[in-house]
């Protein structure tokens, strides 16, 4: 099956512009995940859709980071306007469903971004 | 709250030497855990994870992890390392919802 798909791969912008991600997950995925990581650190989640809805944006900086996934599929990641500390590898994951943890998350590439 | 420690950010081992990749955890009730292998420019794929049941598990590369309750710790190692292991591990925990808290990563070398 194909795997969790991201695009672009890579993004250079100045800051104070805007940006936008877009991700597909596996098909028939239910639940979809973005998560944010800076260099060195861990994965942080940063916004989990359940089909069209969001269960956790508790970690959003929601002043400038916007996401949606309007018909359950596909979604979208925009930062406007992006701030030097936005510069990190942005992941999309998706599990068949939201479970009890033991779901599997399968991650994409990532999109890395940086800001000047 | 829950959270993972990993212990030392870079690891280098000789090729054919044994991986051993430490990961502590801080949880209340019992956790779930996982280990991810993240390769240059690419995204997390999944190694091995423990939910229930035995204690060992093994994964994908021939890498295997086990649950020590006691020591709260789910160690990642693999009896002989090859030169295409060097990537980045991650492990997670999850304390049975869908958020997983990471560590901040082991950069595995591994030298001919």
């Known amino acids: 099956e194909a795997g969790v798909a991201q695009s672009p791969r890579y993004k250079i912008i100045e800051k104070r512009q805007s940006v936008a991600f877009w991700c597909n997950p596996i098909s028939g995925h239910a639940t979809l995940y973005w998560y944010q990581q800076i260099l060195g650190q861990g994965p942080k989640l940063l916004i989990q859709f359940q089909n069209n809805g969001v269960v956790d944006d508790s970690q959003l900086p929601k002043d400038r980071f916007s996401a949606e996934r309007l018909k359950g599929v596909d979604s979208t990641l925009k930062i406007q306007p992006a701030k030097l500390e936005d510069s990190a590898v942005y992941l999309c994951?998706?599990?068949?469903?939201?479970?009890?943890?033991?779901?599997?998350?399968?991650f994409g590439p990532g999109t890395r971004l940086l800001v000047l | 709250a829950q959270s993972v420690t990993q212990l030392g950010s870079h690891v280098s081992v000789s090729e054919g030497a044994l991986v051993l990749l430490r990961c502590n955890y801080s949880?209340?009730?019992?956790?779930?855990l996982f280990w991810y292998v993240q390769y240059p420019n690419q995204g997390l794929q999944l190694l091995l994870k423990?939910?229930?049941?035995?204690?060992l598990v093994k994964g994908i590369n021939g890498f295997e992890a086990e649950f020590k309750k006691s020591e709260t710790s789910f160690h990642l190692t693999k009896p002989s390392a090859h030169m295409s292991d060097a990537a980045e591990y991650f492990c997670?925990?999850?304390?049975?919802?869908?958020?997983?808290?990471f560590g901040t990563g082991t950069r595995l070398k591994v030298l001919a």
């Open positions: 949880s209340s009730v019992p956790p779930y």
């Open positions: 423990y939910t229930t049941g035995a204690t």
């Open positions: 997670a925990v999850t304390l049975g919802t869908y958020k997983y808290i």
């Open positions: 994951a998706s599990s068949r469903f939201l479970a009890g943890g033991q779901e599997t998350q399968y």
